[in-house]
């Protein structure tokens, strides 16, 4: 019987979700455990990538267990994992579907703070500016769902089959003091480091180093930019996948996201 497991994760601490030789990941905190629980090797098969740092407030894996237990795997498994992952549902699924290539649309979340905070160090991007220019930046995510071809903003695009992202919406908020940064894209695929690639685009735009003409010059030619540096890993959050038999909304609740009056669309 195949499985699809809905999870949470601050992924501070970790190395990316894939197992990676001698580099602690998610992916293996999970296997280790499910291994332990049901004194077989278990593999399970994530619905993507994130990079190291990167965090998950919303994440699906699938796995094969042939036989039912007779034990709360919820309660289990919750009971052993660190307090950095959660797991939210254990749901039976008919047939043989992917967690990975299955997947319609993912959402991305990624939150900058202006200003020396302790408490969003490990859940946002610091960039101690006295500024943005919001609606320059505005500008440049407007045009995100114009364009399909992300070669420009891809860290490495031969390794790809194409490069090709149906950006179906992206959208930038702010806080009331304008000293927090909300950046939200949703697509049906992603390339390596494009939404931090993309992110630290739009910084540039913001401090005016960059103007909104020559992001569009990238989208336009495919031209990967001479200065491809993507911006801080832990203001990323992988926030909702969605399926054509599976969509349910995010659990984990973290600091501001689900506060619609806090976040102000900039227009």
Same mark, same amino acid.
């Given at each position: 019987?195949?499985?699809?497991?809905?999870?949470?994760?601050?992924?501070?601490?970790?190395?990316?979700?894939?197992?990676?030789? @001698?580099? #602690?990941?998610?992916? $293996?905190?999970?296997?280790?455990?499910?291994?332990?629980?049901? +004194?077989?090797?278990? &593999? %399970?098969?994530?619905?993507?990538?994130?990079?190291?740092?990167?965090?998950?407030?919303?994440?699906?894996?699938?796995?094969?267990?042939?036989?039912?237990?007779?034990?709360?795997?919820?309660?289990?498994?919750?009971?052993?994992?660190?307090?950095?992952?959660?797991?939210?549902?254990?749901?039976?699924?008919?047939?043989?579907?992917?967690?990975?290539?299955?997947?319609?649309?993912?959402?991305?979340?990624?939150?900058?703070?202006?200003?020396?905070?302790?408490?969003?160090?490990?859940?946002?991007?610091?960039?101690?500016?006295?500024?943005?220019?919001?609606?320059?930046?505005?500008?440049?995510? @407007?045009? #995100?769902?114009?364009? $399909?071809?992300?070669?420009?903003?891809?860290?490495?695009?031969? +390794?790809?089959?194409? &490069? %090709?992202?149906?950006?179906?919406?992206?959208?930038?908020?702010?806080?009331?003091?304008?000293?927090?940064?909300?950046?939200?894209?949703?697509?049906?695929?992603?390339?390596?480091?494009?939404?931090?690639?993309?992110?630290?685009?739009?910084?540039?735009?913001?401090?005016?180093?960059?103007?909104?003409?020559?992001?569009?010059?990238?989208?336009?030619?495919?031209?990967?930019?001479?200065?491809?540096?993507?911006?801080?890993?832990?203001?990323?959050?992988?926030?909702?996948?969605?399926?054509?038999?599976?969509?349910?909304?995010?659990?984990?609740?973290?600091?501001?996201?689900?506060?619609?009056?806090?976040?102000?669309?900039?227009?």
């Amino acid at each position: 019987m195949r499985y699809f497991v809905h999870i949470g994760y601050k992924g501070t601490n970790y190395f990316g979700w894939q197992r990676q030789p @001698d580099k #602690l990941s998610v992916q $293996e905190i999970l296997e280790d455990n499910l291994s332990k629980i049901f +004194k077989i090797p278990i &593999t %399970i098969f994530g619905c993507g990538r994130t990079d190291a740092g990167v965090h998950a407030s919303q994440y699906f894996f699938h796995m094969d267990i042939e036989k039912p237990w007779n034990f709360d795997l919820f309660f289990r498994l919750n009971r052993i994992l660190p307090d950095d992952i959660a797991l939210f549902d254990i749901i039976p699924v008919e047939g043989q579907p992917h967690a990975r290539y299955d997947a319609i649309q993912r959402s991305y979340d990624f939150f900058i703070h202006t200003y020396k905070d302790p408490f969003l160090s490990q859940s946002s991007s610091l960039y101690l500016r006295k500024s943005f220019d919001l609606h320059e930046m505005k500008k440049a995510v @407007d045009l #995100l769902p114009k364009y $399909e071809d992300y070669r420009a903003f891809c860290k490495s695009p031969d +390794k790809n089959e194409h &490069t %090709i992202c149906r950006v179906s919406s992206a959208g930038l908020y702010t806080n009331i003091g304008g000293d927090r940064i909300r950046f939200q894209i949703s697509s049906n695929r992603f390339l390596g480091r494009m939404i931090r690639i993309i992110v630290r685009k739009l910084i540039e735009i913001g401090d005016g180093t960059l103007s909104v003409d020559e992001f569009e010059s990238h989208l336009i030619s495919r031209n990967i930019p001479s200065k491809i540096l993507p911006a801080h890993p832990q203001g990323l959050f992988l926030s909702k996948v969605s399926y054509p038999f599976l969509d349910i909304e995010p659990k984990a609740k973290f600091p501001a996201t689900e506060d619609s009056e806090y976040w102000n669309k900039v227009v």
